[in-house]
Structure formats: C-alpha cells, structure tokens
C-alpha cells in the first residue's frame, strides 16, 4: 500500500480504510517533525506540534478536496500549529542553527575561527528569534526549506508580493542584528 500516491491514500481513508491514514503519517511524520523543530526549539516541544498535526490532520482528512497537495496541506497545518504553540508559550523560543547548517569538521579550523563561527550562528539564532511571527515563518520556509514563494503563499495562505516583502524586511533585521553586534565589539 506503500506504493500508492498520496491521493490514493487519502480517497481510502475517506472510504473508511484506517490503515491508509497511518501509512501518510509514516510518509511525512519526520518531514512534519522537521518543520515544527524549526520553530520549537526543543525535541519534546516538536514532538507535540507534530502529534498535534496528524490529530488535526486525521479529524480533517475527511473534508480535504486536493485544492493543493496533501503535503503543502500538512506543511500549512505544521506552520499554523507551531505559531500558535509559540504564541501559547508567549516566549520567543531560539531556532537551534546547528542542527540546520552541516557540521564542518573543527579539526581543521583553528580555535578562534571555530569559536568567531559559533559567535556568529548565535547572534543569527538571535536574530531570528526576534523576528516578528511572519517574517519568521517567510524566512524558515523560504531560506532553510527552500520552497518557492508559491508554495509559501499557499502555506501561509498569503499574497507572493508579501511574502517577498517580509522576506526581505526579516534578512535585514538579521543583517543589522548581526552589524550592531560586530560594532559593539
């Protein structure tokens, strides 16, 4: 059953046929659970929004009518559920960067340029935590997930225009954080 499109899956579930819903969560559990730690900061905070989305998901299933693929319908209940989980908490939670860059290889990079390194990772984590809730979803979703800006406006169910505004507007924040910083110094 594994070998069936996701329409497929999700035309069986709404027939009745349980088991097609636990092969999706199979599919795009970890997928899911990437996209919310980007968000949450922390496994267990992830691992919430995550079961939280397959809860919605499942409830929701019945009435998808594949206007848009299940996986940009999952990624936008992922996106929605994390916001409104920080929103709850009232904390801007830091983005942990090491876990999104790849790990360079210290042994090859003197101590100071391997600490100058994580110096800078920091301030931008900072950064980005103080980026108002859209400019932050925009530059996730955009710059570590790499998705077009059509794909975003469908997630965030928004125009493109204002996407590559807040995009734009939230590199700029981080551009300057990371300038007042190197100033201060």
């Known amino acids: ?20 819903f636990n092969h999706l969560v199979l ?3 970890q997928k899911v659970y990437w996209i919310a730690r980007r968000f949450i900061s922390d496994h267990d905070g992830a691992d919430d929004v995550t079961q939280e989305v397959f809860c919605k998901a499942y409830e ?13 319908w999952l990624y936008r209940i992922t996106v929605n559920i994390a916001l409104n989980t920080l929103r709850r908490q009232k904390v801007r ?6 876990e999104v860059f790849d790990v360079e ?28 809730e859209k400019q932050k979803a925009v530059f996730i979703l955009r710059y570590y997930e790499e ?9 965030l169910k928004t125009s493109v225009g204002g996407l590559k505004a807040n995009y ?3 590199v700029k924040k981080i551009q300057e954080h990371v300038k007042r910083a ?4």
């Open 93 to 98: 939670e830091f983005f942990r960067l090491d």
């Open 168 to 170: 734009f507007h939230a």
């Open 182 to 185: 190197h100033g201060t110094r």
């Open 27 to 29: 599919r795009y559990q």
């Open 105 to 132: 290889d210290t042994s090859t990079i003197s101590p100071s340029d391997a600490l100058e390194k994580k110096e800078e990772k920091g301030l931008i984590e900072e950064a980005i935590g103080k980026l108002p």
């Open 147 to 155: 998705l077009p800006y059509g794909e975003i406006a469908k997630i």
């Open 60 to 72: 929701s299933l019945k009435e998808f009518r594949a206007e848009s693929s299940l996986y940009t």
């Open 1 to 20: 059953m594994t070998d069936r499109s996701d329409l497929e899956l999700v035309q069986l579930f709404q027939k009745g046929d349980e088991a097609s």
